[in-house]
């Protein structure tokens, strides 16, 4: 089993900039993609990023290129989401996902592993 616990969620306004962080816990070696997700009120999950643990390799939607930044720390089994330049739209819960799989997988269900999520709110 992986746990995955999210933090650094918030209230911001537009135009800030949030780090969200992701820590790893239990099977860790059974991990090779990690990835961020989000949900808007209404809206399927989808995936925001996703990198590769092992070989630094990072995918990212097109709404967020430029924007959000994925990076990981190994030896703190961490992952970080840096959003900049926030808008109202990505206002969303933010969830920390885990895969065996490698090719970096942008849809959820190569994603064993889930944390609660972390709830982020940019007022305009």
């Known amino acids: 089993q992986v746990q995955l616990e999210e933090s650094g969620g918030g209230l911001v306004q537009a135009g800030d900039s949030l780090r969200l962080s992701c820590a790893i816990s239990?099977?860790?070696?059974?991990?090779?993609?990690m990835g961020w997700f989000r949900q808007a009120p209404g809206k399927e999950r989808e995936i925001v990023a996703a990198?590769?643990?092992?070989?630094?390799?990072?995918y990212y939607a097109d709404s967020v290129k430029g924007q959000f930044t994925i990076a990981r720390n190994n030896a703190k089994n961490m992952v970080y989401l840096q959003m900049n330049s926030l808008k109202p739209e990505d206002t969303a819960v933010y969830y920390c996902?885990?895969?065996?799989?490698?090719?970096?997988?942008?849809?959820?269900?190569?994603?064993?592993?889930w944390g609660q999520g972390t709830q982020v709110t940019v007022s305009s």
């Open positions: 990198i590769n643990w092992q070989t630094y390799s990072t």
């Open positions: 239990g099977r860790t070696l059974s991990v090779v993609t």
């Open positions: 996902a885990a895969s065996s799989r490698v090719g970096l997988p942008p849809t959820q269900s190569p994603y064993n592993y």
